[in-house]
């Protein structure tokens, strides 16, 4: 981002409400409104931060080892296999918000395929639906059972590479 694209963004994000705080500029947030990238980027910070204090029961002192090990977790690799596995568990309200995440228009980074990366934008979209709508037990259980098939799947992956 350019600086003077910036200084826009900060002028027009933070007025002065004329008594010492800053105005909003929308009192509330629809959520069906939003955009399905607007909704993964929430998403993608939920799930950052629900892998990294659920890392905090295997490991408490090693932040080196906790950022390495929750960056690979939310990976979009991780992430796509994770839909994958929750999928049966979803009612057709979620999966419509995944379908809207995975079709946003998009660019898929090298650690991943296309296809992976827009599984995961879906998987994400969903997590900040359910954020933003205050949907909590639902979302806990979601991310728990999205750890789970991560967990489960390194697991194989590493007995798969002793053989």
């Not at 947030?29 to 629900?50: E, I, N, R, T």
């Not at 939310?74 to 992430?79: F, I, K």
């Amino acid at each position: 981002m350019k600086f003077e694209h910036f200084k826009l963004l900060v002028n027009m994000m933070f007025t002065p409400d004329g008594q010492g705080g800053v105005l909003q500029r929308h009192s509330k947030v629809d959520v069906k409104q939003l955009h399905p990238l607007v909704l993964a980027y929430v998403g993608d910070a939920y799930f950052h931060l629900f892998v990294r204090t659920r890392l905090l029961s295997y490991e408490q002192a090693k932040v080196q080892a906790l950022h390495s090990f929750s960056a690979q977790i939310v990976s979009a690799v991780w992430q796509a296999r994770a839909y994958q596995g929750i999928e049966a568990m979803l009612t057709e309200e979620e999966k419509g918000i995944y379908r809207r995440g995975r079709n946003a228009k998009s660019h898929a980074p090298r650690s991943a395929s296309v296809a992976e990366y827009h599984a995961s934008t879906g998987f994400e979209s969903l997590l900040g639906s359910l954020y933003l709508s205050e949907q909590n037990e639902r979302l806990y259980e979601i991310a728990e059972a999205s750890f789970q098939v991560i967990s489960k799947a390194m697991m194989q992956r590493i007995r798969e590479k002793r053989k």
